[in-house]
């Protein structure tokens, strides 16, 4: 349920309210929107409303939330999150691209594709240095020496460094180096692992599984915000369903869904979804057509090479021509296109 106060109502109005719910096994999250003021109460609500709470000093009303997710809801908040990291800036109008190789390879290759993607245009860096693959014995990644080539590259660029991270153990020492924490689809139901990243202050990128409904993957960033990170970034990237042409089926409905149901940013991975290069371009497009907030975008300086996900890795080349595609239909839209500074 929600507790919308007046407008007006002091601090100790708000902690009678805050302390009612905490006597009633309900947990009070303060927040403050434009034009709303309202303490959403987290926990079952199998009690009912707490006896007294409607009549309180500094209460307008109180309404029952009909969504299994609570703080995630557009109920709660209705204007957009805007997540922030370094030059990026996601939602409530602002559109930003992050992109690099699937895994981080070597220095070189690292850097060779941040300062291509930062040439472009792009305001976040990606690359994995903990990969979650489908199988033991491929290329795991890294680890601490790919989190070290990151932290470099993120410094001499400017980027905002995105990466993965698989292990609750692990937060810590990713969160060191990124600004954005990244949960791969594989572990979008890890528990653990979600309210570890909540106990951070730091945009956390939350990936669809590969089979999760719209539900499991909201419910999902509820864990995170109800540990209280609210920055967390929603990211659609394809699903499991009969066809085989793509790796997995984009499901731009989500994104459109997401959006209504969600005050969250909402972006789109178009790589995982096509599993080929061909189709980024289009689906990125796509993507931003239906109201995504950004886009992440695997590319790679020789994609022939590359360790893990070469066929759907855009060359720098491609990358750069896609960008020049989306400040066009973002200019179209009246979307802001947040992009990185032109330097050679
Ligand atoms: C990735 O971003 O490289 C990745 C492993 O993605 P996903 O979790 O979507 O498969
Ligand atoms: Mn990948």
Request: glycine share 10%.
């Amino acid at each position: 349920m929600i507790v919308v106060m007046n407008l007006d109502a002091g601090e100790n109005e708000i902690k009678a309210v805050i302390d009612k719910l905490d006597e009633h096994g309900y947990c009070g999250h303060l927040i403050r929107g434009v034009a709303r003021l309202v303490v959403a109460a987290v926990g079952s609500e199998l009690g009912g409303v707490p006896p007294g709470l409607e009549v309180l000093p500094g209460v307008e009303k109180v309404v029952r939330i009909m969504q299994p997710f609570k703080l995630v809801s557009r109920e709660v908040r209705p204007e957009d999150t805007v997540v922030r990291a370094g030059p990026l800036r996601l939602g409530d109008g602002f559109f930003s691209v992050m992109a690099g190789p699937c895994a981080v390879e070597s220095r070189e290759q690292l850097n060779e594709a941040a300062w291509a993607v930062r040439r472009a245009g792009a305001v976040g860096l990606r690359g994995g240095a903990f990969k979650p693959r489908t199988s033991p014995y491929a290329f795991q990644g890294l680890e601490k020496l790919g989190l070290e080539y990151l932290a470099q590259a993120g410094k001499e660029t400017g980027l905002a460094v995105i990466t993965e991270v698989v292990d609750p153990s692990n937060v810590e020492m990713v969160a060191a180096v990124a600004d954005v924490l990244q949960v791969g689809a594989r572990n979008m139901q890890n528990f653990p692992l979600l309210r570890e990243v909540g106990k951070l202050r730091r945009p956390v990128l939350l990936k669809r599984g590969l089979s999760a409904t719209v539900e499991e993957w909201l419910m999902a960033a509820e864990y995170i915000l109800s540990e209280g990170n609210e920055q967390v970034i929603l990211c659609e990237r394809g699903i499991r369903t009969f066809e085989t042409y793509t790796r997995n089926t984009l499901d731009i409905s989500a994104v459109a869904l997401a959006k209504r149901l969600s005050h969250l940013p909402v972006v789109v991975d178009p790589s995982h979804a096509a599993g080929q290069w061909r189709l980024v371009s289009p689906l990125s497009l796509a993507a931003l057509a239906a109201g995504a907030d950004g886009l992440l975008i695997e590319v790679h300086p020789d994609p022939a090479r590359a360790l893990c996900d070469g066929p759907q890795s855009l060359t720098p080349l491609h990358f750069t021509e896609l960008m020049e595609e989306l400040t066009a239909l973002a200019a179209a839209l009246g979307k802001q296109f947040v992009r990185g500074e032109r330097v050679q």
